[in-house]
């Protein structure tokens, strides 16, 4: 997989605090041991030389930090804490903050050096109430150094979440393609979020095509990266410089247009006019796009590229957006197919034209969309229809995650974990068969109940823990998840379900 460009880098400081009435020797003994935790499992963090004791160390902490790069924050109490300062410090520094506390290590720890933790982390609470401030607080907030260094390093990937959203720009080019109503896009609750969106007409994005023709070594380059790339599956080679023009001039409107902010995404239309007017359809220049960590969606779906940032974020790694869009024949499943903990009922195939990376595909190839060829060629020999990248979607572990705002402006979002079955879709596009436990209630109830639209974004690791407390700091509450059998969903039918 190529190197995800368009992506934070979290620096991440951590800070100890201490109450006036315990000894700061305490804090910094036991900071000194969570530092050294954190670097055993490979997390880089910059240790604040200051012990927050009073306003004006927290101020001080704040500027060491900042001066020394540091974009997220985990606030370490090791002994009770002052809750004022530490509060303080989490509404000044700019940038996520976590807050964890130390436990007592042993039975003698109790006689002398007993740090009443549990005590400072419900003030600390009640102080970042009173300041309107969201931090993240893990499951489990008071440990030992060895158990709170993973906790950290989940704050790392969500941390980067954050940051990547505030400082975010998505570019929309046309309207959405006709009954895509469900795409529904108001941009109120994203500049809410941090979020700038810059939308644009398909004419913008053939201006800066044509512009984009006298990049001569430039189209050549890519030519041949994509030719490289798709080796056997390069079906289409005379395609080839027309889709790099495309890629070429994306990346170009990018970079000049980003402004004040630091990454960019796109939402763009690319049916029907498309085609008839660029000579190709885009998904392969897309999948290209997503592999290097800039998601384009289809069907101006700016909510399903905002989600596909959100879980390459989580997870590092290249995520796709499929449609949530057909049911497994039974006659397609192997006898004692292993469904990974899911029902028959739970399994269904997720699809799209061709807009995967190749780095998420076990196998794929060039070809063209049959359904378009259908609509736009009569079924004939494909021309304007070429330019998708087809295959079997990479087997493996997976997330299915959305952040969409409702037609009236409330954000809302799923989150379900599953497996991609290593079983051929036997079928076109870039697909795979997703078995996800409790998938029928949950699409049934979540998915259908609350009124998702049909594109889902798709990660290849399981990161449901680090998206769900990423979207509860943006202040998101709706969040819908798979539920079992013993727990019902609002309105679901009790005699269907315990019956």
């Given at each position: 997989m190529a190197k995800l460009i368009n992506t934070p880098n979290v620096k991440l400081g951590i800070v100890g605090v201490s109450r006036d009435c315990f000894p700061v020797s305490l804090t910094k003994k036991r900071l000194a041991a969570l530092m050294a935790s954190l670097k055993e499992i490979g997390v880089k963090a910059?240790?604040?030389?200051?012990?927050?004791?009073?306003?004006?160390?927290?101020?001080?902490?704040?500027?060491?930090?900042?001066?020394?790069g540091c974009n997220a924050a985990a606030i370490y109490l090791g002994n009770f804490g002052p809750?004022?300062?530490?509060?303080?410090?989490?509404?000044?520094?700019?940038?996520?903050?976590?807050?964890?506390?130390?436990?007592?290590?042993?039975?003698?720890?109790?006689?002398?050096?007993?740090?009443?933790?549990?005590?400072?982390?419900?003030?600390?609470?009640?102080?970042?109430?009173?300041?309107?401030?969201?931090?993240?607080?893990?499951?489990?907030?008071?440990g030992l150094p060895d158990e709170?260094?993973?906790?950290?390093?989940?704050?790392?990937?969500?941390?980067?979440?954050?940051?990547?959203?505030?400082?975010?720009?998505?570019?929309?080019?046309?309207?959405?393609?006709?009954?895509?109503?469900?795409?529904?896009?108001?941009?109120?609750?994203?500049?809410?979020?941090?979020?700038?969106?810059?939308?644009?007409?398909?004419?913008?994005?053939?201006?800066?095509?044509?512009?984009?023709?006298?990049?001569?070594?430039?189209?050549?380059?890519v030519a041949n990266e994509m030719k490289k790339e798709l080796g056997a599956g390069c079906t289409y080679p005379d395609l080839l410089p027309k889709m790099a023009q495309l890629e070429v001039a994306l990346l170009a409107f990018m970079q000049d247009n980003l402004g004040a902010c630091e990454y960019g995404i796109f939402a763009d239309k690319c049916w029907p006019a498309f085609e008839a007017e660029f000579g190709f359809v885009p998904c392969y220049v897309n999948s290209r796009m997503a592999g290097r960590g800039i998601p384009v969606s289809c069907e101006v779906d700016i909510y399903g590229t905002l989600s596909e940032y959100i879980v390459q974020l989580a997870t590092m790694h290249t995520a796709t957006l499929l449609d949530i869009n057909n049911s497994v024949p039974d006659d397609l499943l192997p006898k004692r197919a292993n469904l990974k903990g899911a029902a028959k009922e739970d399994l269904f195939m997720g699809f799209h034209c061709g807009n995967t990376s190749s780095s998420c595909m076990k196998n794929c190839r060039l070809?063209?969309?049959?359904?378009?060829?259908?609509?736009?060629?009569?079924?004939?020999?494909?021309?304007?229809?070429?330019?998708?990248?087809?295959?079997?979607?990479?087997?493996?572990?997976?997330?299915?995650?959305?952040?969409?705002?409702?037609?009236?402006?409330?954000?809302?979002?799923?989150i379900a974990e599953g497996e991609i079955l290593d079983i051929d879709p036997c079928s076109f596009g870039g697909i795979g068969i997703f078995a996800?436990?409790?998938?029928?209630?949950?699409?049934?109830?979540?998915?259908?109940?609350?009124?998702?639209?049909?594109?889902?974004?798709?990660?290849?690791?399981?990161?449901?823990?680090?998206?769900?407390e990423a979207v509860k700091l943006l202040g998101v509450t709706d969040v819908g998840v798979p539920l079992p059998k013993t727990m019902l969903y609002e309105g679901e039918n009790p005699f269907e379900v315990l019956g």
């Open positions: 910059t240790k604040c030389q200051v012990v927050i004791e009073t306003g004006q160390d927290a101020m001080a902490a704040c500027a060491e930090l900042h001066g020394k809750e004022g300062p530490t509060s303080l410090f989490a509404e000044r520094f700019a940038g996520p903050v976590m807050v964890c506390a130390a436990a007592e290590e042993n039975k003698a720890a109790l006689m002398s050096d007993r740090g009443d933790a549990l005590c400072g982390m419900l003030n600390c609470s009640y102080a970042l109430g009173l300041r309107r401030m969201s931090a993240y607080i893990p499951q489990m907030p008071v709170l260094a993973p906790r950290i390093a989940d704050f790392e990937h969500i941390a980067r979440v954050i940051i990547g959203m505030h400082n975010l720009k998505i570019f929309g080019f046309g309207p959405r393609p006709q009954d895509f109503f469900a795409c529904n896009a108001p941009i109120q609750p994203l500049f809410d979020l941090g979020i700038e969106v810059m939308e644009n007409s398909e004419l913008d994005l053939y201006q800066a095509y044509k512009k984009a023709a006298s990049e001569k070594r430039k189209i050549t380059r070809k063209y969309q049959l359904i378009m060829n259908r609509l736009m060629e009569d079924g004939g020999t494909p021309d304007i229809t070429r330019g998708t990248l087809e295959g079997q979607i990479m087997p493996g572990p997976t997330t299915v995650f959305r952040l969409q705002s409702t037609s009236d402006g409330e954000l809302r979002s799923y996800i436990p409790g998938f029928a209630r949950f699409y049934r109830h979540i998915l259908i109940g609350k009124r998702y639209p049909h594109h889902a974004a798709v990660g290849f690791k399981k990161a449901g823990r680090i998206l769900f």
